[in-house]
């Protein structure tokens, strides 16, 4: 692995890339029966959730977007749209989508990695905010006012 890629932050992104196929590979595999129509109902509306959240953030950032926790040389720090209520949709995407998936395939395994991906994500979103500090002084105050992950709440 060249330099360039471990000092953007790119062992982050081959965790993440193993934990969501994780998820997905245990919702399949992991799949019950038993699970109730309600439960897997909520399971859908956080996957499409989750599907709204990741395009909104996407589309927000346009060419700021990088998979690299790790802000682009050339970006610019986005607080419009989406990122006026959150400032990790993309990472909010993620974990909607895995509990989401989770839950439509009642799945106990996928919903367990599920819970250690959002952990995951969290630090990784804490890692990503130390160098938009670094690049973007006026980062400080946006984190004061906009929430990680949950609007109003995290």
């Given at each position: 692995?060249?330099?360039?890629?471990?000092?953007?932050?790119?062992?982050?992104?081959?965790?993440?890339?193993?934990?969501?196929?994780?998820?997905?590979?245990?919702?399949?595999?992991?799949?019950?029966?038993?699970?109730?129509?309600?439960?897997?109902?909520?399971?859908?509306?956080?996957?499409?959730?989750?599907?709204?959240?990741?395009?909104?953030?996407?589309?927000?950032?346009?060419?700021?977007?990088?998979?690299?926790p790790?802000?682009?040389?050339?970006?610019?720090?986005?607080?419009?749209?989406?990122?006026?209520?959150?400032?990790?949709?993309?990472?909010?995407?993620v974990?909607?989508?895995?509990f989401?998936?989770?839950?439509?395939?009642?799945?106990?395994?996928?919903?367990?990695?599920?819970?250690?991906?959002?952990?995951?994500?969290?630090a990784?979103?804490?890692?990503?905010?130390?160098?938009?500090?670094e690049?973007?002084?006026?980062?400080?105050?946006?984190?004061?006012?906009?929430?990680r992950?949950?609007?109003?709440?995290?």
């Amino acid at each position: 692995m060249n330099g360039n890629f471990v000092a953007r932050g790119g062992w982050w992104v081959v965790a993440q890339a193993l934990l969501m196929a994780g998820v997905i590979g245990a919702g399949v595999a992991g799949r019950t029966p038993h699970f109730h129509p309600a439960v897997r109902a909520a399971g859908g509306l956080a996957f499409a959730l989750g599907a709204a959240c990741g395009i909104a953030g996407a589309a927000a950032l346009g060419r700021s977007r990088t998979a690299f926790p790790k802000p682009r040389g050339d970006g610019t720090l986005v607080r419009h749209g989406i990122y006026a209520w959150v400032r990790h949709p993309l990472y909010a995407s993620v974990i909607l989508l895995s509990f989401g998936w989770a839950l439509l395939w009642g799945s106990p395994p996928a919903l367990a990695l599920a819970v250690v991906e959002a952990l995951f994500l969290d630090a990784k979103a804490r890692r990503e905010e130390r160098w938009l500090l670094e690049k973007y002084p006026d980062y400080a105050d946006y984190r004061h006012r906009v929430r990680r992950l949950v609007p109003w709440l995290y």
